[in-house]
């Protein structure tokens, strides 16, 4: 796995020399473990205002989360996350479905081509989501 990309000031946490807005270096943490989900890894970090994350496979930029709940946080899906007040898209807040309905179904992989649809709930619909990974071994 890459080391961090990330370093602080007094003021700023930083990715790739690039200051994050909102964030606040003296408060900030690297998480030893990463986070898993299916065929992800993410590593990942913390401050009072932000949640950051690293995929392993889609390089080094930081994807940022604000007003997540960090001690409720976890990963449906690839791409998508939840807390005990809302479901996340990245770092878009899908609006209209409670977070502790929705909940991870199933794959459908095409062999070989890195293609593959997931399928979620809230127990009153059902959703899919569409993507491609590719593999860099």
Sequence with gaps: ???????????YVYNN????KNSDG???????????SQDQEY???KDKNLLYLISAWEG?????????????????ADKIWKDKNNLYFWNNKIE?????EFKFLGRIEQKNSGFFLDFFT???KIYYWISWQSKQW
């Design 1 to 11: 796995y890459k080391q961090s990309t990330f370093f602080t000031d007094k003021n």
């Design 17 to 20: 020399g690039e200051k994050i």
């Design 26 to 36: 003296t408060t900030f943490s690297i998480e030893d473990e990463l986070i898993h």
């Design 43 to 45: 590593e990942y970090g």
């Design 60 to 76: 080094t930029r930081a994807l940022t989360i604000s007003n997540i709940d960090l001690n409720s946080f976890e990963i449906v």
């Design 96 to 100: 209209n479905i409670h977070p502790n």
């Design 122 to 124: 809230d127990n009153e």
